[in-house]
Every structure is written in C-alpha cells, then in structure tokens.
C-alpha cells in the first residue's frame, strides 16, 4: 500500500544520532506541528537530505507515516540561519533565532497544528534577516517573540502594557523601540511562562 506524502515548511531543532549513519529529528513544521521523524543514512558524505536537514534550518520537507514513526524522505533547504547569522558581524541575529528555536523546543509538546506560532517565528526571522539592529534594538525584538510565542502557547500576560506587543503578528521598528520601557517586565512574564511549563 502507498503511504501519504506529506510536504510542509519545518524548523529543524535538533538531532541525535542512531546507527551507523541515521539522524532522529526533531522539527518544528507549519502544518504538522512538531514532529520526531528518523532519515537514514543522513550522516554520509553523499545523502542528499543533509544540507536540508542541519539544525537551525528552515526547510521543505516530506514525510511518510510509519507504523511507529514519521520518516523523512526528502529535505530542500530555504534558509540556514547558522550559516546566515554565525559570522562575526551577525552572531547576535543567531543567538535570538537559536534562543527562540530553543523556546519552541522546550514547550511545544506533541503533534498538533499551529500555523500561528509558525508564523510568529517564521515573519520574526524575516524582519531580523531583513533589517539592521542595535544591540538594545535586538534584545528588544527577542523579547516580543518570546512574549508571543507564550503568549500563544497560552501564558497568560498579568501586565496590560504588554498587550500592544502580542495584540498583532507585524513587525516594526517603532515597536521594538517601543519595548525598550517594557523589557524588564517582558523578561519577568517570559521567565514566568517557563517555570509554568515545567510545573
């Protein structure tokens, strides 16, 4: 019997090994949720799946339902972000997209659908991509996406003058500006969402 085909958008989080040369995944993906799937022999030189499936990459991926797991059978790379923020004069751009991958990593559970949190990390890493940043401006845009991915995660904000920073999905520069009076109280709320999630 033909197993489904699914292709979707999918952060990749993490990844350990198995066998010789197999890769168990973790992957955060735009119309499945977060999914563990196994590629094999994804650690020879000559697999085709690798470049599409390094952490920190934004891929198209498929996967096909196993009796036990998802595996993957085809990975095309859109963006490496290590790649594209690792080098010395953009290593702080890397450090807010891993820390946010990190945040996804450590409170979505199991597979269900959020095309919205997908998104909010999804336009984040484009206007961090797409636009230059002091280091206070920086701190500031990854304290609104960490204060939407909880707030979408369902963490309830307790000081109302959050709320201009979770209330849209848009991107902006007066409103990382914005977020410089407010940082200290967003750091407390995201703090908070964490020790909740381990509760």
């Not at 993906?29 to 952490?55: H, M, N, P, Q």
């Not at 490496?80 to 807010?96: A, D, E, G, L």
């Not at 520069?173 to 009076?181: Q, R, Y």
């Amino acid at each position: 019997m033909a197993h489904h085909i699914y292709t979707t958008e999918g952060f990749v989080l993490s990844s350990h090994p198995f066998g010789e040369a197999n890769l168990f995944f973790k992957v955060f993906t735009r119309d499945l949720g977060l999914v563990f799937a196994s590629a094999r022999s994804v650690r020879e030189i000559k697999s085709k799946l690798r470049y599409g499936l390094a952490d920190f990459c934004l891929s198209s991926i498929s996967f096909v339902r196993g009796k036990h797991e998802w595996k993957i059978t085809s990975a095309l790379p859109k963006k490496n972000f290590y790649h594209k923020f690792s080098q010395t004069q953009n290593k702080h751009k890397f450090i807010v997209c891993a820390h946010a991958l990190s945040l996804i990593k450590k409170l979505v559970v199991g597979e269900e659908k959020n095309t919205e949190l997908f998104d909010i990390v999804h336009t984040g890493f484009n206007f961090i991509e797409e636009n230059d940043f002091t280091e206070q401006e920086l701190r500031n845009t990854e304290c609104i996406m960490m204060l939407r991915i909880v707030h979408n995660l369902g963490y309830f904000m307790s000081d109302f003058h959050l709320t201009p920073f979770i209330a849209t999905a848009d991107w902006d520069k007066k409103l990382v500006s914005e977020m410089s009076t407010h940082r200290t109280t967003a750091v407390r709320e995201i703090n908070r969402a964490i020790k909740e999630s381990q509760l």
